[in-house]
T-cell receptor
Framework: IAGITQAPTSQILAAGRRMTLRCTQD?????MYWYRQDLGLGLRLIHY???????GKGEVPDGYSVSRANTDDFPLTLASAVPSQTSVYFC????????????FGPGTRLTVL | GQNIDQPTEMTATEGAIVQINCTYQ??????LFWYQQHAGEAPTFLSY??LDGLEEKGRFSSFLSRSKGYSYLLLKELQMKDSASYLC??????????WGAGTKLIIKP
């Protein structure tokens, strides 16, 4: 693989179910991010990780958790999904330089019913 | 609070020039980014400005005025493939990106 991959591409989920969105990058980037994108709103940061072993909360962290066991993987878990978590989720990574351009995965479209 | 403002939608003609404006109010400033996002796809990087002035990259240019909290993206010789949303984002004092809602650009033949 080259770049960032996300899985699944799309998912329909019943409210109350647990769901993990996967994200893997092969660019050896230190920093990784999870965003959600909703119509009419900008990308909103859910959680981030500046290096393996560390994570931080973004603008909208409630209802989500993340882990960063290694450099490549950064899964996002919804412990008990609710309809307001219906969104498109993007994972991104950057190499942490001053330029800090972020590279995005293809996204996961999640619908919670 | 932090705020990024851009027009919701713009329409332009193939071959013409269009300017997409972005104004921002953020806690700190560590650079401004423009990204392009085609419908159903991921955002892709276009430009980065951290100092005042114009950065030119082919048909695309980006301008920054830090004193005015203002940037614009200039697209020349518009092509149909330029139909997309253009996202403005500012890196704040915590080095996190704050994103505008995006400007949907419609190109007409």
């Amino acid at each position: 693989i080259a770049g960032i991959t996300q899985a699944p591409t799309s998912q329909i989920l019943a409210a109350g179910r647990r769901m993990t969105l996967r994200c893997t990058q092969d660019m050896r980037h230190n920093a990784m991010y999870w965003y959600r994108q909703d119509l009419g709103l900008g990308l909103r940061l859910i959680h981030y990780s500046n290096t393996a072993g560390t994570t931080g909360k973004g603008e909208v962290p409630d209802g989500y958790s993340v882990s960063r066991a290694n450099t490549d993987d950064f899964p996002l878990t919804l412990a008990s999904a609710v309809p307001s978590q219906t969104s498109v989720y993007f994972c991104a990574s950057s190499d942490g330089t001053s330029h800090n351009e972020q590279f995005f995965g293809p996204g996961t479209r999640l619908t919670v019913l | 609070g932090q705020n990024i403002d851009q027009p919701t939608e713009m329409t332009a003609t193939e071959g013409a020039i269009v300017q997409i404006n972005c104004t921002y109010q953020t806690s700190g400033f560590n650079g401004l980014f423009w990204y392009q996002q085609h419908a159903g796809e991921a955002p892709t990087f276009l430009s980065y400005n951290v100092l005042d002035g114009l950065e030119e990259k082919g048909r695309f240019s980006s301008f920054l005025s830090r004193s005015k909290g203002y940037s614009y993206l200039l697209l020349k010789e518009l092509q149909m493939k330029d139909s997309a949303s253009y996202l403005c984002a500012v890196k704040d004092s915590n080095y996190q990106l704050i994103w505008g809602a995006g400007t949907k650009l419609i190109i007409k033949p």
